[in-house]
């Protein structure tokens, strides 16, 4: 595995008004590695991706992406071009169109709307979008509207809209919610074949089995702090993790 920082998160302190969403929280996650947020309801997980995507601004600490570029000073869009992907709990995917546009347009995303309409994608461009069809499993789906797609097969599209940027990191915020127990083991499979030694994978989620077999590291939060982190054995084992979340 490599051991290269990725997200480097130091001293991190994110308040609203007077309520401390993230208090003192330091994190380093590496490239080739799959970690795993977990924590009770409003232990902060949420709001720290919205730091590191830039939609929340931290109110002190640092955040870096390769310990160069400070994430807590620049814009949604530019941390998106940086090479962040988001996946964000509910798929928002584009139902009325065809699954292979919803990636086509997935590619061309931060053109402005002339550029879109008129842009021919290049045969790299399309060769990416074919590799992502069949690394998502829907390359025979390809021109059903995404309406008619499982609930599943729409976060493995929207996995698949983050994909076709290839994102240094990837932040999946509860991918298997609502999945089915088929689709499930079918993410887990996808995730699997996403690691690579040059992308780090941030996944928060509740389903303990899920996160026991897609993730290294788990990291816990509690009310803004970190608990504990550590294996998922490790993390079980925690008698502070017992007694705010696990052993609930
Ligand atoms: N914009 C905001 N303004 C005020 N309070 C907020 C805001 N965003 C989040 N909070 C509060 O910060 C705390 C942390 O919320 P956050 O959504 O990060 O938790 P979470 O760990 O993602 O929880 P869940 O598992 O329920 O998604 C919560 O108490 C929440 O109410």
């Known amino acids: 595995m490599s051991q290269t920082i990725a997200l480097y998160i130091n001293g991190l302190n994110v308040r609203f008004g007077g309520f401390a969403a993230i208090t003192d929280l330091t ?34 600490g ?13 814009g949604e869009a530019e941390i998106a071009r940086s090479g962040i992907g988001r996946k964000f709990q509910k798929p928002s995917v584009f139902e009325a169109l065809p699954v292979a546009q919803n990636l086509e347009l997935a590619v061309r995303r931060g053109l402005g709307w002339g550029e879109m309409v008129m842009s021919r994608l290049s045969v790299a461009q399309r060769e990416r979008i074919e590799e992502v069809l069949v690394t998502i499993g829907l ?15 729409k976060q493995w599209l929207e996995i698949g ?12 915020d509860e991918p298997v919610a609502g999945m089915t127990e088929a689709e499930s083991e079918r993410t887990v499979e996808l995730i699997a074949s996403l690691r690579s030694p040059d992308r780090a994978i941030v996944v ?15 990291s816990v939060l509690h009310e803004g702090r970190l608990l504990g982190e550590g294996s998922m054995q490790a993390v079980r084992t925690n008698p502070k993790v017992i007694q705010v979340y696990l052993g609930r």
């Open 62 to 74: 640092e955040v870096f992406l390769d310990r160069k570029l400070d994430l807590a000073t620049r």
């Open 161 to 172: 809209m983050l994909l076709v940027a290839e994102p240094k990191v990837l932040l999946l």
């Open 139 to 153: 390359q025979e789906d390809r021109q059903r509207k995404a309406a008619e797609l499982s609930h599943g097969q």
């Open 204 to 218: 928060v989620e509740h389903d303990m089995e899920f996160v026991d077999r897609v993730a290294d590291l788990v």
């Open 27 to 60: 994190l380093e996650i590496r490239y080739g590695e799959s970690r795993a947020l977990i924590g009770p309801n409003g232990a902060g997980k949420t709001t720290l991706m919205d730091v590191i995507t830039g939609k929340t601004r931290p109110n002190s």
